[in-house]
T-cell receptor, first 112, second 115 residues
């Protein structure tokens, strides 16, 4: 049974570039979450979707961040333009309904 | 605002020692509580969860946690740790008033087990 799949695992890019992170949730899970993990702030919820519809994006830090879920098996988190302070590990998680959430391996993002 | 706090930033134990990691939450309503573990370079894995019923919850890898409502606590325990338990442990809560699908995480406790 495949878990939550994220790509890429690592991304290094220069400030100002567009960054796109991808997530494939577990089949049948109706909820998808994007988190950011940093040393200073720990794990923060950025946005979550229910049945492909964004429900709460209050955790998205700025307009430079956007997330989409065009279908039940795919979601993207985009940062444009990227800044060094966006460097973090970004996790995607999915769940079938009420908890618990199943996490992907994360994308380690470094903005130079 | 709802919050989850973990008291210990870093715990160092010898193998076979007993473990207890503290977790407290701040919320007066219905709460679902979780412990996740993150091994170095890996994703978060669910250790155990509490929704309702028996306040003593048993999870994987020999871990257990006790929900004490009067103390707003959900401490994680293991009677005898192994080197392979070296990881970071996160307590998390889902608070009904905030939308029960949203997890609020504590800052994590790093556990180092010395062989």
């Amino acid at each position: 049974d495949a878990g939550v799949i994220q790509s890429p695992r690592h991304e290094v890019t220069e400030m100002g570039q567009e960054v796109t992170l991808r997530c494939k949730p577990i089949s049948g899970h109706d909820y998808l979450f994007w988190y950011r993990q940093t040393m200073m702030r720990g794990l923060e919820l950025l946005i979550y979707f229910n049945n492909n519809v964004p429900i709460d994006d209050s955790g998205m830090p700025e307009d430079r961040f956007s997330a989409k879920m065009p279908n039940a098996s795919f979601s993207t988190l985009k940062i444009q333009p990227s800044e060094p302070r966006d460097s973090a590990v970004y996790f995607c998680a999915s769940s079938p309904g009420p908890q618990p959430q199943h996490f992907g391996d994360g994308t380690r993002l470094s903005i130079l | 605002a709802q919050s989850v706090s973990q008291h210990n930033h870093h715990v160092i134990l010898s193998e076979a020692a007993s473990l207890e990691l503290g977790c407290n939450y701040s919320y007066g309503g219905t709460v679902n509580l979780f412990w996740y573990v993150q091994y170095p370079g890996q994703h978060l894995q669910l250790l155990l969860k509490y929704f309702s019923g028996d306040p003593l919850v048993k999870g994987i890898k020999g871990f257990e946690a006790e929900f004490i409502k009067s103390k707003f606590s959900f401490n994680l325990r293991k009677p005898s740790v192994q080197w392979s338990d070296t990881a970071e442990y996160f307590c998390a809560g889902a608070f009904s008033g905030a939308g029960s699908y949203q997890l609020t995480f504590g800052k994590g406790t790093k556990l180092s087990v010395i062989p």
